[in-house]
């Protein structure tokens, strides 16, 4: 099956395979925007075709609590998840590192979450800060959550991948066994293959969101026979952005407006003098390189982007809002849109410059401004 019938029939067929979205952040966590809510979250899983929710900072007790009520939602399953950031000193160096958990049940949420407070900060701050090695935390969780699955978050970033700048070069230096890594979105399974460090490494996808707008813009499909904590660690296939969106792709000084276009030694910025901040794309040349082989994967740009720089506006105007509510209602989920709509259902609702950049996706024929420094990338008008 190609990736459009397989996705199609995740999509409407209850097909035994589900998309997932694991990594987000709820209203309590730094630079997410209020309205963020459970219930928002739902109903926005529901328009981008998502099936599988994770709940972002379930360790958060008042986040915890907003979110109770719908843990058995019929719509959308729910799942109890959290990001962390593990600090820990080796040999004089700090590191620290974010990380994906996936909990199997519910009930162990408020044990797991009293258990850590003698680590660091998980009372105060959505996102909890813990100071301990990732082999201490994690027969910490597991002594109590056997199941929970832990994923290495946005693994090349330059701030708190494991393989990012600041970070390690070989996976295993964690300490830990890592069966799936998250390639955030300024990186890609292709990417992610062509490093020998993770050739054993199951890749997933999440959108990493701090807003339900951008919820969706990455997820996985894993399987729905087997417990969720299970199934992530063995992937079906994932669902990118192209990574030249993200803000973190190339190499590149945002108050200059440098960005480093070809793959040069460069290491500062030629405007200041001042150190470059690494991307992702440059960042995985300091890796050994090995090819191995790239699991199945599909690239999208989020449709509210589409409709904006197809109307010609540089933010979301209240017309394109309009008529991406109205593409959701007749043609169906966001990401069958983005993925198997035909083109006939397409021009039915969206005008021909917005059908034609979502079928150019498809086929890698799109040119994008690539992201650096903390600016995401520009779709562009080929
Ligand atoms: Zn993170
Ligand atoms: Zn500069």
Redo the contacts with the bound molecule.
Sequence with gaps: MDIISVTSTILFKNSGYAIADLHLHGRYAISVSKNTTPMTLIERAKQKGIQVLGTGDCLYKPWYDDFKPFFDSKEVKIVPTTEVSLHFKRHEKNYAFHFILVFSSFEVIPIIANKLRYWGNVVKIARPELYLEPKDFLDCVREIDEACAFIPAHVFTPYFGVLGRRGFTDISKLGVPISSIETGISADPAMCKSVKTLDKAAIVSFSDAHSSETLGRESTVVKTDIDICKAICKPVMTIECYPELGKYHRSG?R??N?VLEDFSDRQT?P??G?PLTLGVADRLLALEQKKSTVPLFVRTIPLAQILTVASGSKAITKKSKALYAQAIQDIGPELYILICATEFELARVLPDLAVKIILDARENKVVIKPGFDGLFGQLCLS
């Design positions: 000084h108050k200059c440098f910025c405007v200041c001042k």
